[in-house]
């Protein structure tokens, strides 16, 4: 359950980095910073952008299938059936 | 009492059975309609199969001459008309029914009740486009309902793990044909909805006749999508093919394919994406920089202003320094960039500085970091900066010859 969780967090990181890296490039082009304030969002988006390019290289596609349970509860279990198929 | 003279063979018995049957005006021209079961295409080109009904059954045969003028293909639980004549089979001793002709039947009842229905949701408001959904740009988990074998499942599931591995699938298996699929169908919508495991969900199946995509025309199928508080894109059969739940969708596919394309965004535009933001950010910091630079080097050329030239002259090494800092950042983003890129987009490499400058070409800079142009911008032993795809090198220049 727990890494359930972890894994949710990583993904809206994701996109939380895409939206501040947009905000951080508008600001920049926008043009009306001081030249420190600009040196920092410029960092900000060096490093933003590192981030989502890591995260989509990094990224491990789950691939599950629910199957009934004794009780006739859904579980997920890790879909094998593509393999066969190839 | 058996005599010598009243033996039959029984070939003679089956001929004379044969006889009577194509004899009989009524057998030798007939219209049948019943269901297509047993079906099987030989190699010969003949068709084999048996029609039933529901308390019946008769063995039939399509010749290959007969088959070839068929507009479909006949298939298991096809209802069809047929006209042909009934007659032996001496070899077996079996009446079956030779097929000549033989059309689809039942298609016009599926038309107008598909018809119906569309009419019918269509003045409810099902299919209004603001009840549509937006889909999410970038989702977690997508759930998808469809058979777990076949080329629909197969089809999307290659797509996804080639355009954004990014997000995960889960897949609810279910009919997609037969008298339980709608039901099916149904239960793996609602069953999304109320565990909120996804965030978006593809329904469809690959291509099939009407009959194969029927659930998707059920009025039960068509409430669920649209009753689903999670977005849902319907991708039945081929392009030609609508079904009221692509009507009633959030989105229509044309293909399962064409769905998996469509559900999420492609890894290699969103790098790409990257990397111009990259190039407009240092474009920006840069052009700023070389403004201050400039704003400086007037004061410091005004006389007047010559008693605060040593504070300018720290600003200037400040702003020396940054542009330094900014260049390498730049570099360092950009080489990482381009291994990424070489590998997806090789071709665009010619139009890079870097792929110039891997492939042999390398950039001279002059101390106070300008870009040596022509040799006329630099004497004899001076030093200069040159730097390669990969590093760099100090030199002196020993001696300048003009071309």
Redesign the interface.
């Known amino acids: 359950m727990k890494g359930k969780n972890q894994?949710?967090e990583n993904?809206d990181a994701?996109?939380k980095n895409?939206k501040e890296?947009e905000e951080?490039?508008n600001a920049?082009?926008g043009?009306d910073v001081t030249?420190d304030e600009?040196?920092s969002l410029?960092?900000k988006?060096?490093t933003l952008?590192?981030n989502?390019?890591n995260?989509?290289?990094k990224?491990?596609?789950?691939?599950?299938?629910?199957?009934k349970g004794e009780n006739d509860e859904?579980i997920?279990k890790e879909?094998e059936?593509?393999k066969e198929?190839? | 009492m058996i005599t010598e003279n009243n033996i039959l063979t029984v070939t003679e018995l089956n001929l004379y059975i044969k006889d009577i049957f194509e004899n009989n005006p009524f057998l030798s021209s007939i219209t049948l309609k019943g269901e297509i079961s047993n079906f099987k295409h030989h190699s010969t080109g003949h068709m084999y199969m048996s029609l039933k009904d529901e308390t019946g059954v008769i063995r039939a045969v399509m010749f290959k001459y007969a088959a070839s003028s068929l507009d479909f293909k006949p298939e298991n639980g096809m209802k069809v008309i047929i006209k042909g004549k009934v007659s032996v089979y001496e070899r077996d001793g079996q009446y079956q029914i030779y097929i000549e002709r033989m059309k689809r039947d039942g298609l016009g009842e599926k038309h107008i009740a598909f018809e119906k229905l569309k009419a019918k949701l269509n003045a409810e408001g099902l299919f209004d486009a603001r009840y549509k959904k937006p889909l999410p740009?970038?989702p977690?988990k997508i759930g998808i309902v469809t058979a777990?074998?076949g080329a629909a499942?197969?089809d999307i599931?290659n797509i996804?793990?080639r355009r954004?591995?990014?997000?995960?699938?889960?897949?609810?298996?279910v009919l997609v044909q037969g008298q339980n699929a709608a039901e099916s169908i149904v239960q793996a919508i609602e069953?999304f909805n109320r565990?909120k495991y996804v965030d978006v969900m593809i329904i469809g199946r690959g291509g099939g006749s009407i009959e194969d995509l029927w659930a998707f025309n059920e009025e039960i199928v068509a409430r669920a999508v649209f009753a689903s508080e999670i977005p849902v894109i319907s991708a039945v059969g081929h392009e030609i093919d609508f079904t009221i739940s692509d009507f009633v969708a959030d989105l229509r596919a044309p293909t399962p394919s064409a769905a998996a394309e469509l559900v999420v965004p492609d890894?290699r535009e969103?790098?790409d994406k990257?990397n111009n933001?990259?190039l407009?950010?240092n474009t920006?910091?840069k052009r700023?920089?070389e403004n201050?630079r400039m704003t400086l080097k007037y004061f410091e050329d005004n006389s007047a202003l010559k008693n605060i030239s040593l504070k300018i002259n720290e600003k200037r090494m400040y702003l020396d320094s940054?542009i330094t800092s900014?260049e390498n950042?730049g570099a360092n983003?950009l080489s990482e960039k381009k291994r990424?890129l070489s590998v997806a987009v090789s071709k665009l490499d010619g139009l890079s500085p870097l792929g110039t400058l891997s492939r042999g070409f390398s950039l001279s800079f002059k101390e106070d970091g300008n870009l040596v142009k022509s040799v006329s911008d630099i004497k004899e032993n001076e030093k200069i900066d040159i730097r390669f795809s990969d590093g760099s090198v100090s030199a002196i220049t020993e001696k300048i010859s003009k071309f």
Do not use: H, W
């Open positions: 894994m949710a993904k994701f996109e895409l890296l951080v490039v920049l082009e043009g030249l600009m040196l410029f960092e988006g060096i952008t590192k989502c390019t995260q989509l290289d990224a491990e596609q789950k691939i599950n299938i629910l199957v859904m997920e879909f059936g593509l198929q190839i | 740009k970038y977690k777990p074998t499942i197969r599931l996804l793990s954004f591995k990014y997000s995960d699938v889960l897949l609810y298996p069953f565990e890894k969103l790098l990257f933001v990259l407009r950010m920006c910091v700023v920089i201050k940054l900014i950042s983003i990424r």
